[in-house]
C-alpha cells in the first residue's frame, strides 16, 4: 500500500492515562517523536485495598495539565510554533468510570478498570442480557464499566441521583479539554455495554432505572468532536480551537501503535502475559466466550484473548539471571526437541480455558540454558495455538504479526516466535499507547482515516522472518505439543 502524504511539518498529540502516570507525546506525521513527557499519578489513589480501587479524577486532570505545559515547553524550546499542533486524542484505562454532576464535576472518586466490588452486578447483566452476550460474544465481568455503574445505582443512590453522566476515564479528560461532557468512543464504550454491531446503546439497558438517560453519545475513534476551550488552553497551554479527537482504550490505542493494520495480522504483547488482538472483517464468537471484540473504524473489528503464559515464567524460573547470555546461548540450541508449556501460576484462560492447568517440561530438564530455550519456545508453541484458535473464530488466516512488550525486545525470542508460528514479525519502533492516540488523533484531522495515519506514521524497527529449513521441525513438534 503507497503511503498517503498527510500534512508535512503537522504535529499530532497524544495523552495516555495509565494507572501510575500520564504520558504525552507529541509526533509528526512521518512518525517522528518530537517531544514527550511523564507525570506521576502518585497521589491519585483514593482507596486500593480489598478489591476496591478509586482514583480522582481531578488528579488525573491536573496531571494531564502538568504533562502537556511540559510538552508544550520542548516545543517552544526548540523553535515549534504552536501552529503546527493539528489535533489531539487521549486514551485511558479499560473499563474505569466517573459519575459527573450538570457541570461535570465528579460526584465521587473514579472506579478503577481491576476494581472488583461489582461482581454479583456482571452476574446480573450476564442473565439480563444473555441474548446480547451471545450475539456480541462476550460476557460482562466486574471490570466491566457497566456492572460498576450498576453498583453504584444499587448502593450509593445519593451519588446516583446526582450524577447527569457516566463516562471513561479518557472521556472525562477530553471533555475537560472542549469544555462540555457527554461524549465517549465505541472502544471505551464496550465494557459499558454498547452495541458494536448497531452501533447504539441496547434496549435492555432500559430495564436498569435509570441508567440509560446518563450514558454518553457515542462515536467512532479517530472522530473530530470538539476543540480546546479557553479555560483548558489557560491550564495546558494548547492552542485554545485546537481539534480534539475521540481515543480508545489504552490497549486499542498501543494496538494502533503496533502498526497492525490488515485482516488476519496481530498485534501480540509479550509480558507478563499474552495479549492477542488480530484484525478481521467480522465479528468472530467462541463458543465458550474465551474472545471478544472492539471495533475500529472502517468495519473491521478487534478479536482479542489474553493466556497466563508469557514472560511471567522467566523470573520464577531464572531470578537474577543475565537474559542477554541466556539469549545468546539459547540460541544455538533452537529447535529444542523438548515440548514445554511454561505456565507460572494455576490455571489458564486462552487458548483454552483450564483453572488447574499447571506448566510442564517433557522431558524435564536440568540444564538451565536447554530449559530456557525449551520455554522460550513452548511460549511461541501456545502462540501459534492461539493464532489458529482466533483465526477459526474470526475467518482469517496467515497473517502478520506486530509485536509489543517487554519479551519484543529480545532478537532470539522474535527470531524463535516467527520460525514456530511460521508467521512474520514486526517489532515497531514506538510501541506505546501515547504514540497510538497521536495516530487517532491524525486519522481525525491530517490523515483523513486511521488506516492512512498508520501507514504514515508508524515504523517498524526490525522485522523477523521465518526459517523455512526449520517449518518441519516444527510443525511435527507443534503436533505433538498437541497431543
Known amino acids: 500500500m503507497a503511503k498517503e502524504k498527510c500534512g ?18 507529541a509526533v509528526d506525521v512521518s512518525g517522528e517523536v518530537v517531544a514527550s513527557s511523564t507525570v506521576s499519578l502518585e497521589g491519585a489513589t483514593v482507596v486500593d485495598e480489598g478489591g476496591i480501587h478509586e482514583q480522582s479524577p481531578l488528579f488525573w486532570w491536573e496531571a494531564t495539565c502538568r504533562g502537556v505545559r ?19 486524542a487521549v486514551d485511558g484505562t479499560s473499563g474505569t468510570v466517573v459519575f459527573l454532576d450538570r457541570i461535570g464535576e465528579p460526584l465521587r472518586p473514579g472506579i478503577m478498570y481491576n476494581d472488583a466490588r461489582s461482581g454479583e452486578e456482571a452476574d446480573g447483566l450476564n442473565d439480563l442480557a444473555a441474548g446480547f452476550c451471545e450475539k456480541l460474544g462476550y460476557r460482562f465481568a466486574a ?26 476515564q ?18 471505551n464504550a464496550l465494557k459499558t455495554g454498547y452495541d458494536l454491531v448497531e452501533e447504539e446503546w441496547p434496549d435492555w439497558i432500559g430495564n436498569l432505572p435509570g441508567v440509560r438517560e446518563r450514558l454518553p453519545r457515542v462515536v467512532a475513534p479517530g472522530m473530530q468532536i470538539g476543540q480546546v476551550c ?53 465479528l468472530g464468537r467462541h463458543p465458550k466466550g474465551l474472545i471478544y471484540s472492539h471495533k475500529l473504524p472502517g468495519g473491521l473489528w478487534l478479536p482479542g484473548a489474553a493466556s497466563n503464559t508469557g514472560g511471567e515464567w522467566i523470573e520464577a524460573e531464572f531470578p537474577g539471571a543475565d537474559l ?31 483453572e488447574e492447568a499447571e506448566g510442564f517440561c517433557i522431558p524435564e530438564l536440568w540444564d538451565d540454558i536447554e530449559r530456557y530455550a525449551a520455554y522460550l519456545q513452548g511460549t511461541a508453541l501456545v502462540e501459534r495455538m492461539a493464532y489458529e484458535v482466533i483465526d477459526k473464530v474470526a475467518g482469517t488466516s496467515g497473517g502478520e504479526v506486530y509485536s509489543t512488550g517487554g519479551g ?7 527470531q524463535c516466535r516467527a520460525d514456530v508460528t511460521g508467521r512474520t514479525v514486526h517489532r515497531p519502533a514506538v510501541p506505546e499507547s501515547a504514540f497510538g492516540s497521536a495516530v487517532l488523533a491524525a486519522a481525525g484531522t491530517v490523515c483523513g482515516d486511521v488506516w492512512t495515519a498508520v501507514e504514515n506514521m508508524v515504523r517498524i524497527e526490525r522485522t523477523f522472518v521465518p526459517d523455512g529449513n526449520r517449518r518441519d521441525g516444527y510443525a511435527e513438534l507443534y503436533s505433538r505439543s498437541q497431543e
Open 170 to 187: 479518557g472521556d472525562f479528560i477530553e471533555g475537560r479539554l472542549c469544555g462540555e461532557f457527554g461524549l465517549s468512543d465505541y472502544s
Open 143 to 168: 471490570s466491566f464499566a457497566l456492572a460498576k455503574i450498576d453498583w453504584v445505582r444499587r448502593n450509593e443512590s445519593e451519588s446516583f441521583e446526582k450524577t447527569v453522566c457516566c463516562l471513561h
Open 324 to 354: 542477554g547470555k541466556m539469549d545468546a546461548a539459547a540460541r544455538e540450541r533452537f529447535p529444542s526437541a523438548c515440548v514445554a508449556y511454561p505456565l507460572a501460576r494455576r490455571g489458564e484462560r486462552f487458548p483454552f480455558l483450564a
Open 70 to 88: 511540559e510538552l508544550m515547553g520542548k516545543l517552544a524550546s526548540g523553535g515549534i510554533p504552536k501552529d503546527n499542533l493539528k489535533g489531539l
Open 408 to 414: 519484543s525486545r529480545s532478537d532470539v525470542w522474535m
Open 8 to 25: 508535512v511539518g503537522d504535529l499530532l498529540i497524544g495523552v495516555d492515562l495509565g494507572t501510575g502516570g500520564v504520558r504525552s507525546m
Open 230 to 282: 479557553g479555560v483548558a488552553a489557560e491550564q495546558t497551554w494548547l492552542p485554545e480551537g485546537l481539534p480534539v479527537v475521540a481515543g480508545a482504550t489504552d490497549g486499542t490505542a498501543a494496538c494502533v501503535a503496533s502498526g497492525v493494520r490488515r485482516p488476519g495480522d496481530y498485534n501480540t504483547t509479550l509480558g507478563t502475559t499474552l495479549v492477542f488482538k488480530g484484525i478481521s472483517e467480522k
